[in-house]
Nanobody, 124 residues
Framework: QVQLVESGGGLVQAGGSLRLSCAAS????????MGWFQQAPGKEREFVAGISWNGGRTTYADSVEGRFTISRDNGKNTMFLQMNSLKPEDTAIYYC?????????????????WGQGTQVTVSS
């Protein structure tokens, strides 16, 4: 089992940038495809971005395509989410998640392990 810890959230003005990190420990990190999800107050947890085990394939939600970039460093057991041109509607708790088995990378129920989340707040 892998354990996940997010960091890098905070308060930023619209148009600004943040970089989230997800540090993994335990089972071999490269065994997992990884994803970022967001959950705004009163809403369901939604897919933001996903990355294959070796970083060779990435997938994004339409709402963040062109603004966010997901990446990973298997040597450092860490995944990242670079968020640029932030909008107030990006405000949410951001969770990283690990997917061990097959299935769509953008489907929440395919993920086995979750971090505790980090708050991102974008002011207008």
């Amino acid at each position: 089992q892998v354990q996940l810890v997010e960091s890098g959230g905070g308060l930023v003005q619209a148009g600004g940038s943040l970089r989230l990190s997800c540090a993994a420990s335990g089972r071999r990190f490269s065994d997992y495809a990884m994803g970022w999800f967001q959950q705004a107050p009163g809403k369901e947890r939604e897919f933001v971005a996903g990355i294959s085990w070796n970083g060779g394939r990435t997938t994004y939600a339409d709402s963040v395509e062109g603004r966010f970039t997901i990446s990973r460093d298997n040597g450092k057991n860490t995944m990242f989410l670079q968020m640029n041109s932030l909008k107030p509607e990006d405000t949410a708790i951001y969770y990283c998640a690990a997917k061990l088995y097959g299935g769509s990378i953008n489907l929440r129920t395919n993920y086995n392990t979750w971090g505790q989340g980090t708050q991102v707040t974008v002011s207008s």
